[in-house]
């Protein structure tokens, strides 16, 4: 290069502590954006693929009846109290209530009406078993308070005598 275009070292102003530390961050930011990009290119790339629930209204809607019986079975097998089975119960859906909007949309474009009538009918069935997990447990809690005390206060009556 010629040396016309070369500034000359004394024209050449130094970096201040702030430009250079303004540099390292921008440096920063734009290594862990790449990064980040890469990172999401890359497990999008090598994720295992998820299960397909649009492959049909009734394929779906089995699924969804077959969630529904494995929540169902889980909280009648187990003892929850009164704020832990409801959420137990939702927990237990997933995950293929997590895609009943898609069967949903699924079903209604099939416009097979006996396959929209058999998923509103599990719809429906959820709910129900919701409604039913969330009263079953309220009645028992209760009932899990008032025997002991009812019992203690039948043994004092009898101590007394």
Not at 57 to 77: E, H
Not at 147 to 157: C, F
């Amino acid at each position: 290069m010629s040396e016309l275009h070369q500034p000359i070292a004394s024209q050449r102003t130094p970096r201040g502590p702030i430009k250079q530390k303004l540099l390292i961050v921008f440096g920063v930011f734009a290594a862990s954006l790449a990064v980040a990009s890469a990172w999401q290119i890359l497990s999008q790339a090598f994720e295992a693929p998820e299960q397909s629930y649009s492959s049909g209204c009734l394929t779906g809607t089995k699924k969804l009846y077959g969630a529904v019986l494995r929540a169902r079975q889980l909280v009648s097998s187990t003892e929850f109290n009164e704020k832990q089975a409801l959420p137990a119960f939702r927990t237990a859906l997933l995950p293929e209530w997590a895609h009943d909007r898609e069967i949903r949309k699924t079903c209604r474009a099939d416009s097979n009406p006996a396959e929209q009538k058999a998923f509103r009918a599990v719809e429906l069935l959820r709910y129900a078993e919701e409604r039913a997990v969330r009263f079953e447990a309220i009645d028992l809690s209760r009932l899990r308070r008032q025997a002991p005390k009812l019992l203690d206060e039948l043994h004092a009556q009898i101590e007394k005598k």
